[in-house]
């Protein structure tokens, strides 16, 4: 595609619920990032896939965060029994060869009610 | 550990005057830096980095690693130039080196 897709676009759902929150990466990029951006908060690094590599999830703020990249492209962002304070901008971003530069997606707004 | 600062969350100024958006950065190593900005209802793009030594819409950053520094600058600020600025330092090799970890954004508002 022309550039990183997510979706949905907006969620909203209820405490208690699960969601999942999708990303596609410009084709052919090896690394794949998971950002959460709250208001006055920045940027807040989730998780990190790059190619086959164990991802880097340090940045996952509870257990309830879990995200998986399938066949090094398409990853989904999963979380559980969500909590108000989940509420925020979640954005996916890739990187291809010169692994610095990120293409940022549009972002999935997660309301949590 | 990695930190990066942006101590100003709002800059605020006059069309035509200057603009400095201050980055602090502590890291092990050296580390590339990259400015990343996200206009209003735009996606959050790649303004420049150091290492291009270019100079984007006017904009230009200067590393200072004695202070630690990448303050962002434009002589004569434009109101298209409102938008959030974020700093991102990141490191060129070691455990995590491809976490790219971004300040907490300055809001710059150019007044017209």
């Known amino acids: 595609g022309a550039g990183v897709s997510q979706s949905p676009s907006n969620k909203v759902t209820e405490k208690g619920k699960d969601v999942e929150l999708r990303c596609d990466p410009i084709s052919g990029h090896t690394a794949l990032y998971w950002y959460r951006q709250s208001l006055g908060q920045g940027l807040e690094f989730l998780i990190y896939?790059?190619?086959?590599?164990?991802?880097?999830k340090s940045g996952l703020p509870s257990d309830r965060f879990s995200a998986e990249r399938t066949g090094g492209s398409v990853s989904t962002l999963t979380i559980q029994r969500t909590q108000q304070e989940d509420s925020a901008l979640y954005l996916c971003?890739?990187?291809?060869?010169?692994?610095?530069?990120?293409?940022f997606g549009s972002g999935t707004q997660l309301s949590v009610l | 550990a990695q930190r990066v600062t942006q101590p100003e969350k709002l800059l605020s100024v006059f069309k035509g005057a200057p603009v400095e958006l201050k980055c602090n950065y502590s890291?092990?190593?050296?580390?590339?830096l990259f400015w990343y900005v996200q206009y209003s209802r735009q996606r959050l793009q790649l303004l420049l980095r150091?290492?291009s030594r270019e100079s984007i819409k006017g904009f230009t950053a200067d590393l200072n690693k004695g202070e630690t520094s990448f303050h962002l600058k434009k002589p004569f600020a434009q109101e298209e130039d409102s938008a959030m600025y974020y700093c991102?330092?990141?490191?060129?090799?070691?455990?995590?080196?491809?976490?790219?970890?971004f300040g907490k954004g300055t809001k710059l508002s150019v007044i017209p």
């Open positions: 991102a330092p990141h490191p060129l090799s070691g455990a995590g080196s491809y976490q790219l970890t």
């Open positions: 890291y092990s190593g050296s580390p590339e």
């Open positions: 971003a890739s990187s291809g060869t010169s692994q610095e530069k990120l293409f």
């Open positions: 150091h290492i």
């Open positions: 896939f790059q190619g086959n590599s164990a991802p880097d």
